[in-house]
């Protein structure tokens, strides 16, 4: 018997490589798996400009970043919601606090979300032709919406992020970490308190997902041998000046040192 439902993730036309030079633009879902890839060594820039919502705002952040060319770029649309500065016409990424009447609130059209994520793709791909996106839609839902219009607002999100995939099938795929949240982890108990974002256990039991569908078995082997380093060097010790924990720290730098000659991309910055 199945006591519940299993989200099917299709397989990609790539592998994640270990280190590998990755862009998150996106929701603070965005934040989450990215700072998760971090800790983990790849060499990810995390939402450069903040946290971006919406695909006009994602489209805004890709175009300013030029201090890494990326292989993997992970795109986490959260909301169709933009404003658009009354002055200017044109839609901000932040209201910097500055009075509400300065702005007018509007949705984007699917066609809209579609284009500008387009437009997203082509740049990337104009900087380096062998560029892979993995596209996304953050689960959290936006209460402020009222829980109807969240869910209209992620339903525009997911039509636009599926026209993309078929657009650019070669450099495109969905991961559908709404669908995860949503659907196999339906339990408040893997929510966070205020029963909206997803709690440490549901954004682990995410990375496993996409460990095992997008990474290739040397760089799940390389986080095999990076676990106990990685630990080793987050250690806090009770005494820092004995023998004993700098015999510790001494085995664990000759370890590393090991790490970094079997895998180049740890020597880089």
């Given at each position: 018997?199945?006591?519940?439902?299993?989200?099917?993730?299709?397989?990609?036309?790539?592998?994640?490589?270990?280190?590998?030079?990755m862009?998150?633009?996106?929701?603070?879902?965005?934040?989450?798996?990215?700072?998760?890839?971090?800790?983990?060594?790849?060499?990810?820039?995390?939402n450069?400009?903040?946290?971006?919502?919406?695909?006009?705002?994602?489209?805004?952040?890709?175009?300013?970043?030029?201090?890494?060319?990326?292989?993997?770029?992970?795109?986490?649309?959260?909301?169709?919601?933009?404003?658009?500065?009354?002055?200017?016409?044109?839609i901000?990424d932040?209201?910097?606090?500055?009075?509400?009447?300065?702005f007018?609130?509007?949705?984007?059209?699917?066609?809209?979300?579609?284009?500008?994520l387009?437009?997203?793709?082509i740049?990337?791909?104009?900087?380096n032709?062998?560029?892979?996106?993995?596209?996304?839609v953050?689960?959290?839902?936006?209460?402020?919406?009222?829980?109807?219009?969240?869910?209209?607002?992620?339903?525009?999100?997911?039509?636009?992020?599926?026209?993309?995939?078929?657009?650019?099938?070669?450099?495109?795929?969905?991961?559908?970490?709404?669908?995860?949240?949503?659907?196999?982890?339906?339990?408040?108990?893997?929510?966070?308190?205020?029963?909206?974002?997803?709690?440490?256990?549901?954004?682990?039991?995410?990375?496993?997902?996409?460990?095992?569908?997008?990474?290739?078995?040397?760089?799940?082997?390389?986080?095999?041998?990076?676990?106990?380093?990685?630990?080793a060097?987050?250690?806090?010790?009770?005494?820092?000046?004995?023998?004993e924990?700098k015999d510790?720290?001494?085995?664990?730098?000759?370890?590393l040192e090991?790490?970094?000659?079997?895998?180049?991309?740890l020597n880089?910055?």
């Open positions: 018997m199945e006591f519940r439902t299993k989200v099917k993730i299709e397989k990609p036309n790539f592998e994640i490589a270990p280190c590998e030079k862009l998150f633009v996106g929701s603070c879902f965005a934040d989450n798996i990215g700072k998760r890839f971090q800790k983990e060594r790849f060499h990810a820039v995390v450069p400009d903040g946290v971006m919502y919406n695909p006009a705002s994602i489209l805004h952040t890709v175009s300013r970043f030029e201090d890494m060319i990326p292989s993997i770029v992970v795109l986490t649309l959260g909301t169709n919601h933009v404003y658009i500065l009354n002055e200017t016409g044109e901000v932040n209201c910097r606090k500055m009075p509400q009447h300065l007018t609130e509007r949705e984007l059209s699917q066609e809209e979300c579609l284009q500008y387009s437009d997203t793709v740049m990337l791909k104009s900087r032709k062998n560029v892979k996106v993995i596209v996304t953050s689960p959290i839902r936006y209460a402020k919406y009222g829980y109807h219009g969240s869910q209209l607002s992620k339903s525009v999100l997911l039509l636009a992020a599926d026209d993309l995939v078929k657009l650019y099938p070669e450099i495109c795929t969905y991961f559908p970490a709404y669908e995860i949240l949503n659907d196999e982890l339906r339990d408040y108990r893997f929510y966070s308190a205020d029963m909206l974002h997803p709690s440490e256990q549901a954004i682990e039991y995410i990375w496993e997902t996409i460990k095992e569908n997008y990474f290739s078995e040397v760089t799940k082997q390389f986080l095999i041998e990076w676990k106990p380093i990685r630990e060097l987050s250690h806090r010790p009770f005494n820092p000046d004995s023998q924990y510790f720290i001494s085995l664990t730098m000759q370890k090991e790490m970094k000659k079997k895998y180049p991309g880089e910055e």
